[in-house]
């Protein structure tokens, strides 16, 4: 009964343990080397939990080396508050900013040194090549240091996304091109001129094929 229970905590701990650290890659564990993640971890007294480092059950920093990664997969809410992440000894050929939005807290990424800092040197307050590795340091508000214009400020603004990613948003009360139309989008009359259409040329069509059939097997 003993040996069951603990067999049955063991199973719940690594369980807890996998779910804290949803990381969906095969990764090599046994050639870790001076890891950042884990000094960054030690720093902010965090811990290392599998390949995540974790403060007050939030996951700040992940250690993805040696992954076998090709293309990034780290898209979940969970992963949103991440300061660190090191992407170094993989087969990685292009990481752009659409694979890292959303990565608003981002400030120190390590790269395969080939690989340049997405979104450019103007999306980091510092970026350079040496130890084999490319570091791309304190991530920039593209709105701010590109200096994004959205048109009229009390129409629409800049949003921040990511690294070297923003777009354009309406301000509430605004809507259309460039948010120059006042008001809201009018919902129902765009559905209505979509679906009545749309019913209408059904039943057409129904008629029409309906009608030729008939005269077929006549």
């Known amino acids: 009964m003993i040996p069951l229970i603990l067999f049955l905590s063991l199973s719940v701990f690594c369980v807890s343990a996998q779910n804290d650290c949803p990381v969906q890659y095969t990764c090599n564990n046994t050639i870790l080397h001076e890891s950042e993640v884990e000094n960054y971890c030690k720093e902010h007294d965090s811990q290392m939990?599998?390949?995540?480092?974790?403060?007050?059950?939030?996951?700040?920093?992940?250690?993805?080396r040696f992954c076998e990664i090709t293309q990034l997969n780290i898209s979940q809410p969970v992963f949103s508050e991440v300061e660190i992440l090191d992407l170094?000894?993989?087969?990685?050929?292009?990481?752009?900013?659409?694979?890292?939005?959303?990565?608003?807290?981002?400030?120190?990424?390590?790269?395969?040194?080939?690989?340049?800092?997405?979104?450019?040197?103007?999306?980091?307050?510092?970026?350079?090549?040496?130890?084999?590795?490319?570091?791309?340091?304190?991530?920039?508000?593209?709105?701010?240091?590109?200096?994004?214009?959205?048109?009229?400020?009390?129409?629409a603004k800049c949003q921040h996304l990511g690294p070297g990613t923003a777009k354009c948003i309406c301000c509430p009360g605004h809507f259309g091109y460039k948010c120059l139309n006042d008001g809201e989008f009018p919902t129902t009359i765009f559905?209505?001129?979509v679906i009545c259409p749309t019913i209408v040329l059904s039943i057409a069509l129904w008629f029409i094929q309906g009608r030729d059939v008939y005269k077929f097997n006549i």
């Open 191 to 193: 559905t209505s001129s």
């Open 49 to 64: 939990n599998g390949r995540c480092c974790i403060n007050n059950q939030t996951i700040i920093g992940i250690d993805l």
């Open 88 to 155: 170094r000894d993989n087969e990685y050929e292009k990481l752009t900013p659409e694979e890292l939005v959303n990565f608003l807290k981002l400030n120190y990424l390590y790269l395969p040194q080939h690989i340049p800092c997405p979104g450019g040197n103007s999306s980091w307050n510092f970026t350079s090549k040496d130890n084999n590795m490319t570091s791309c340091l304190d991530q920039l508000n593209p709105c701010e240091s590109l200096n994004i214009s959205c048109g009229e400020p009390d129409n």
